[in-house]
Nanobody, 117 residues
Framework: QVQLVESGGGLVQPGGSLKLSCAAS????????MGWFRQVPGKQRDVVAV???????NYADSVKGRFTISGDFAKKTVYLQMNSLKPEDTAVYYC???????????WGQGTQVTVSS
């Protein structure tokens, strides 16, 4: 059984920081990328950051320079360090892993990030 478990969210003031963690477990092999996504009510889930098994990273324009993705492919864990948080970063954050050309068709429960004063 495949599981994606996110943690680390919470309430933080604008300008603050949070670090999200995600652990993937189950019969998952040949992961070539891991990513973070976020979703606000009524909108689609958007990609935030991706790290490949070769170490390359990509970020949404809105988070460049503020968020840093890292991961341990052997342990199937991925992290998202979020600094200089803004109210518009408020969302439920999800992780997923990519095998070949597609992310898993499963999602965890996500972790809520709320940026508010």
């Amino acid at each position: 059984q495949v599981q994606l478990v996110e943690s680390g969210g919470g309430l933080v003031q604008p300008g603050g920081s949070l670090k999200l963690s995600c652990a993937a477990s189950g019969s998952i092999f040949s992961i070539n990328a891991m990513g973070w996504f976020r979703q606000v009510p009524g909108k689609q889930r958007d990609v935030v950051a991706v790290i490949s098994s070769r170490g390359s990273t990509n970020y949404a324009d809105s988070v460049k320079g503020r968020f840093t993705i890292s991961g341990d492919f052997a342990k199937k864990t991925v992290y998202l360090q979020m600094n200089s948080l803004k109210p518009e970063d408020t969302a439920v954050y999800y992780c997923n892993v990519r095998i070949s050309t597609a992310y898993l068709p499963y999602w965890g429960q996500g972790t809520q990030v709320t940026v508010s004063s």
